[in-house]
Structures are given as structure tokens and as C-alpha cells.
């Protein structure tokens, strides 16, 4: 199997082609072996792109540990690399089909390559329903989760839950430790009154435009960025009045630009995209 390894700010995948290579028949078990960073290619999951009735290619992208996830902000900017970099679609504005609709991405690319992605990451999701979570809603904020207390791990929080088409729970704290982050991160991922799980965001303020995030993704672990994430941190930084709408976020893996259009209630998010490497597998 032909692969290509590439990441959003840190945030690594392994992208199978499925435009010019046989849709792998088993994509959760693969995406287990070739996660590994010890034994695989390593990376935080499998990302296939494939092509799309409705768009110019659909992105289907698995967890570490195997688990189908809705969206990914990072890997859609790498699969929009890939579609244009690689001839499939040579387009400045592509459309991608995802787990959460079909997303519209500007690029930039110098020389025939892309550099960077703007992607208009759509509505945010605010029912607690709908998140899923089952946390009840602050009837100061329309019944939305916003500034929610949480009970976990003998810590006590405010929370904000949003859905960028898959779940965040968003932790404004201090300092984003890994007592915090890896340890109390994977207690609110399977935490019950979140049903499908969750990925969980702890956020330092810098100043109302600028944050740093460390994330404990749902199905990977901690990981160098997360882009869906960095999104719902737009959003309940606004919602909870601790930033504006233009978010500049440091990630462990690089930078994002984060806007939550008042005009649209769309987020739009700005960062790289980078192609690592290509080789064949044959686990």
C-alpha cells in the first residue's frame, strides 16, 4: 500500500490515496498498526482520501486507536494539499466531503505547491444534544454549555462544550499542565456525560486574541495541534467573554488563525499544511 505521511502544525497523519490506490478493506485495524511510532509509521491516525459524488474528494479519517472521527481541521488542510499537489484537482478553492458536511478551502500555494489552507469550518454546534454532552445548559447563555461547572478527577472547572462536527469540552486554565492535560484529559475524553466521548482543549489566555492550547484528542491521545479544536476555543472564547472573535492560537505544533464571522456564524480557520514523506507499506 502506497502512503503518504503529512501534517497541519504538528498534527500527523498517514494519507492513503484512494483516488489511484485500492480503498484499504480494513481502515480501523490499519489505522491501529500504522499509528504506532514504534512499530508503524506513526502518526496520530489514518486519513484516506477518497473521491466524492459531491464534492472534489471526500476525506475518511481514523483515530489512533482505531475509532472513526467525523472531522479533522489539520488533515483536511493536508488532504487539500494532497488533491491539488498531486493533480487530482487543481483548483485555488476546493470542496471536501466529510464525516460533517462538505467544507469549502481556499489555498495558497507558491511554485505549484501549497503552503497554506484557509478552510471555513461552518457553524458551531451549541445544543448540549446535539454536542453530544450531557452536561446542562448556563440559562444565562440560551441554555448553551457555557461556563458550566465540572467535577472531574478532584478537580473542579468551568467548562464550555461546542461541536465543530465532532465533540469539545474547552478548559480555560492558568497553566496547561500534564498533570491536567494527560492526565485529567483522558478522565473528561470518556467522562459518562459525554456519550460519544470527547476531545478536550486546556487553554491559557494571553490576551482577548491570542491563546495557547495543549489538546487530549479523543482516540489519540495528546496531540501537536488539533484544528476542530482550535475552532470550538474560538468559539467559547467568545461565548464565555474571555477573547474576540480573531484568535491568533499557539499550538506544541505550530500556529492557527481562528475567525468566528459575526455576519455567517462561521468559523474560519488559517494554517500550513506539509507533506513528509511517501513509501510503500506492507504490514
Known amino acids: 500500500m502506497q502512503f503518504t505521511k503529512m501534517h497541519g502544525a504538528g498534527n500527523d497523519y498517514v494519507y492513503v490515496d484512494c483516488f489511484h490506490n485500492e480503498t484499504p478493506s480494513d481502515p480501523s485495524s490499519l489505522s491501529i498498526a ?22 472534489d474528494a471526500r476525506m475518511q479519517m481514523f483515530n489512533a486507536d482505531g475509532s472513526e472521527a467525523e472531522m479533522c481541521g489539520n488533515g483536511i488542510r493536508c488532504v487539500a494539499k494532497y488533491v491539488y499537489d498531486h493533480g487530482i484537482c487543481k483548483k485555488e478553492r476546493l470542496s471536501i466531503e466529510t464525516g460533517a458536511g462538505i467544507l469549502a478551502l481556499d489555498l495558497e500555494a507558491e511554485n505549484g505547491k501549497v503552503q497554506q489552507v484557509r478552510v471555513d469550518m461552518g457553524e458551531p454546534v451549541l445544543l448540549a444534544t446535539k454536542i453530544p454532552t450531557q452536561l446542562a445548559g448556563n440559562t444565562q447563555f440560551d441554555n448553551h454549555v457555557v461556563n458550566v461547572p465540572l467535577s ?51 487553554i491559557e489566555i494571553v490576551s482577548r486574541n491570542e491563546v495557547r492550547q495543549r489538546t487530549w484528542e479523543r482516540g489519540s491521545g495528546e496531540t501537536m495541534a488539533c484544528g476542530t479544536g482550535a475552532s ?44 513528509v514523506f511517501s513509501g510503500d507499506w506492507n504490514g
Do not use: Y
Request: hydrophobic share 40%; net charge negative; proline share 4%.
Open 34 to 55: 500504522v499509528a504506532d511510532r514504534n512499530k508503524g509509521i506513526g502518526g496520530d491516525g489514518l486519513i484516506l482520501i477518497r473521491p466524492s459524488d459531491q464534492a
Open 152 to 202: 472531574v478527577g478532584g478537580h473542579e472547572f468551568e467548562v464550555t462544550c461546542v461541536s465543530m462536527g465532532n465533540p469539545h469540552c474547552v478548559v480555560f486554565v492558568e497553566k496547561a499542565t500534564d498533570e491536567l492535560v494527560l492526565g485529567v484529559g483522558p478522565q473528561i475524553e470518556t467522562d459518562s456525560r459525554f456519550p460519544a466521548r470527547t476531545n478536550v482543549e486546556f
Open 232 to 275: 470550538a476555543v474560538c468559539v467559547a472564547g467568545v461565548l464565555s467573554g474571555r477573547t474576540d472573535r480573531k484568535l491568533t492560537n499557539h499550538l506544541l505544533g505550530g500556529t492557527l488563525l481562528l475567525e468566528w464571522k459575526e455576519d455567517t456564524n462561521h468559523v474560519f480557520m488559517t494554517g500550513p499544511a506539509t507533506e
